[in-house]
C-alpha cells in the first residue's frame, strides 16, 4: 500500500468567505484564492471536515476493500498587507486529524487508526494585476463602484514536515517532506459571476526516512481547476468549482512504481454572513481517480470565519 502514506493529507476542507482550503497532494479545490482583500485586514477561521474514501490499489499488494474514514479540525489564519505596490496575503493553515483505515489483507481484515497533528501549509500571494492594494473607505468605494473586473495573481503554496510522522508505519498524517507549489490564477467578475481558474505545479522534495528506512521520490504533479460563483448579497454566494490532476509518479529506492496520479473532482459551496465580521460556509466534496490505483472521496466541510 505504498501510496496510502499519502492520503490523510489529502483531506478536500473547506472554510468560509474566501474558500480557505487545506492544500494537499490530490486535488484541492479552493475558490476565491485570489480574492480583493482591504490591506491590513486579518482573518481567522476554523472549521471541521468529514470525509470517506474508497482505495484501489495494485492487486499484486494482496490488499482489497481498502476504505478510509477522516475527521478533520483546522485553523486558518490570512493577513493582507502590500507588497511591491500591489496587494498580497499570506495564509497559514494548520490542522488535527483522526483516521481510520480499513480493508483485507490477503483475504484476511485488518484495520488501522491514526490521530495527531498535520502538516503545516503558508501560502503567500499577491496580485499582480487589478486589485488595487487599497485601505478602509478607500477600498470600500472601490468595491462599490466596480461591477466589472479582471485579476491576475501569482502565489506560492509550501507544505511543511511538522506533522505527525513515524517512519516504521505506511500510513501517516504528515509526509516527512517539503511541497512547494507556485500557482497562477486569473479572475473575472461580471456583474454577479465570477470565473476564476488557477493552474499550478507540485514538486516533492524527497522523503529520506520512508517505511523500512527506504527513499521516496516523486515527480511533479499538475493541478488545474476553475470556479463558477454567483453572487446572492453582501458576503453571500454560492460556487461550483471543478478540478484535475496529473502526474506525481513515486519512486522507492530507485523503483519506479508505475502509480501515476490522474484525478477529476468537483465541488458545491454556499457561504453566508452572519454579522460584518463573520460568516459560515458548507461545502460539498467529490473527486475520483481516472488510473486503475488511487482513491475516490466525497468530504462534507463546515466552517467560520472572524474579521477585524
Aim: hydrophobic fraction near 35%.
Amino acid at each position: 500500500m505504498n501510496r496510502s502514506h499519502r492520503y490523510p493529507g489529502c483531506i478536500l476542507f473547506f472554510l468560509i468567505a474566501f474558500g480557505f482550503a487545506i492544500p494537499c497532494s490530490a486535488l484541492d479545490l479552493e475558490a476565491r484564492k485570489w480574492n480583493h482583500i482591504p490591506l491590513g485586514s486579518s482573518f481567522v477561521g476554523g472549521g471541521y471536515a468529514y470525509t470517506e474514501a474508497d482505495i484501489s490499489v495494485n492487486p499484486a499488494l494482496l490488499l482489497e476493500d481498502v476504505e478510509m474514514k477522516l475527521d478533520t479540525v483546522a485553523a486558518k489564519y490570512i493577513h493582507a498587507f502590500e507588497f511591491l505596490g500591489k496587494s498580497a496575503r499570506v495564509d497559514i493553515t494548520q490542522a488535527y486529524q483522526e483516521g481510520r483505515w480499513k480493508g483485507l489483507v490477503d483475504g484476511v481484515p485488518e484495520a488501522i487508526k491514526r490521530s495527531g497533528w498535520s502538516d503545516t501549509f503558508v501560502r503567500f500571494a499577491v496580485n499582480l494585476y487589478g486589485a488595487p492594494p487599497l485601505r478602509g473607505k478607500e477600498f470600500g468605494a472601490y468595491r462599490a463602484k466596480t461591477r466589472n473586473e479582471t485579476i491576475i495573481g501569482a502565489g506560492l503554496a509550501m507544505r511543511l514536515p511538522t506533522g505527525d510522522y513515524m517512519d516504521d508505519k505506511l500510513i501517516n498524517l504528515g509526509q516527512n517532506r517539503y511541497a512547494f507549489r507556485p500557482q497562477i490564477g486569473v479572475v473575472h467578475t461580471r456583474d454577479k459571476w465570477t470565473t476564476e481558474v488557477t493552474a499550478e505545479v507540485a514538486f516533492y522534495t524527497d522523503n529520506d526516512d520512508f517505511f523500512n528506512d527506504k527513499k521516496l521520490e516523486q515527480k511533479p504533479l499538475l493541478f488545474t481547476q476553475a470556479h463558477f460563483i454567483r453572487s446572492l448579497g453582501p458576503g453571500e454566494w454560492v460556487s461550483l468549482s471543478l478540478g484535475y490532476n496529473y502526474g506525481g509518479e513515486n519512486t522507492v529506492d530507485g523503483d519506479d512504481k508505475d502509480n501515476r496520479n490522474q484525478n477529476t473532482g468537483w465541488a458545491l459551496g454556499y457561504s453566508y454572513p452572519i454579522t460584518r465580521q463573520s460568516g459560515i460556509k458548507i461545502s460539498y466534496v467529490k473527486s475520483r481517480t481516472e488510473e486503475s490505483t488511487g482513491l475516490d472521496t466525497e468530504s462534507l466541510a463546515l466552517g467560520m470565519v472572524f474579521s477585524w
